[in-house]
């Protein structure tokens, strides 16, 4: 009898392992489409802001989908070949409503953050899908000859990429002439999203984690915290609480770490998307556990700070 039910019992195991994996496989990375910077720019939608006293230039999606109506009509064709595909979307202009209220809320604080640094953090989508298009005319025909990037909105590096020329037409609007000249290239572009996707469900998604001591910390990193150096304390949490246990150490001192390639999981225990932000909050937990006055920042989706005061 014990024999059927261990015979049982693997079965149950088996069937449930191969429901996850085979859920985990189906699922795609989140899109969210925004113009090319260079698209912004040679159409005058760039905003300036204060980068900490440096004066850094940023597209301005709000005023790009108030003013232009290509672009409002690129989107929503991108959108609907994306969704066509299985693919979730993140709606930029619904984003940028729920960013504009969330401004509000830090302005009353004082609080400075760069516009896009904080549009990341609310859309949340896995890959920024950006596009760029030009019409070039011939005659009475016009095509398109456009460009996409798939850039993973936690690291910032691109991920995906394709482009082409589509058939000239006479009488075609842009929508029609963009997705005559996309169909040809938007499947391989996605399988480059799924590779990249399937990569960290696998192995994590890569963030940035820099732990610093302020002088109003009495010690350093290399400070006895528990019976053993601080550097050491932290170190073997982000060992435990990364995916494989991988990540790399960057730069280090007695007052100064860094975590690069820091792989973290994909999902938290509630099943939303995990950043570093609520990643590194166990971090935190921990340290003020040990009696310690910590502080965390962020920089984005895919880099915490936190600081030991």
Not at 134 to 162: M, N
Not at 192 to 210: A, S
Not at 249 to 275: C, H
Request: net charge neutral; with cysteine.
């Amino acid at each position: 009898m014990r024999f059927y039910r261990y015979i049982l019992l693997l079965i149950t195991v088996f069937l449930c392992t191969s429901y996850n994996t085979a859920n985990a496989q189906a699922r795609k990375p989140e899109v969210m489409v925004v113009p090319m910077d260079v698209w912004c720019t040679t159409n005058g939608f760039m905003q300036t802001y204060d980068n900490q006293g440096t004066i850094t230039k940023v597209p301005d999606y709000k005023r790009a989908l108030q003013e232009s109506s290509d672009l409002v009509e690129v989107i929503a064709k991108m959108n609907e070949l994306m969704a066509d595909r299985g693919f979730p979307l993140q709606n930029l202009e619904a984003s940028l409503n729920s960013l504009a209220r969330r401004a509000a809320r830090r302005n009353m604080r004082g609080a400075q953050s760069s516009p896009i640094g904080e549009l990341k953090r609310v859309a949340k989508a896995d890959i920024w899908m950006k596009i760029n298009w030009t019409i070039i005319k011939t005659g009475p025909s016009r095509s398109v000859k456009f460009t996409l990037e798939g850039i993973d909105a936690y690291t910032g590096k691109s991920v995906a990429g394709a482009g082409g020329t589509g058939k000239p037409s006479a009488s075609a609007a842009l929508p029609i002439l963009l997705e005559e000249a996309v169909l040809a290239h938007i499947d391989m572009f996605n399988g480059q999203l799924q590779k990249h996707f399937d990569d960290l469900f696998e192995n994590g998604r890569e963030t940035l984690l820099m732990v610093e001591t302020y002088e109003t910390y009495n010690g350093d990193l290399n400070s006895t915290v528990g019976g053993q150096p601080l550097s050491r304390l932290i170190r073997d949490w982000v060992r435990a609480n990364t995916v494989k246990n991988r990540f790399s150490t960057g730069d280090a001192d007695e007052y100064y770490m860094e975590f690069t390639q820091v792989r973290i999981p994909l999902y938290g225990k509630d099943g939303n998307s995990l950043d570093a932000l609520e990643w590194a909050e166990g971090l935190v937990d921990m340290l003020r556990s040990k009696g310690l006055n910590v502080e965390i920042d962020i920089e984005g989706l895919g880099a915490a700070i936190i600081m030991i005061k």
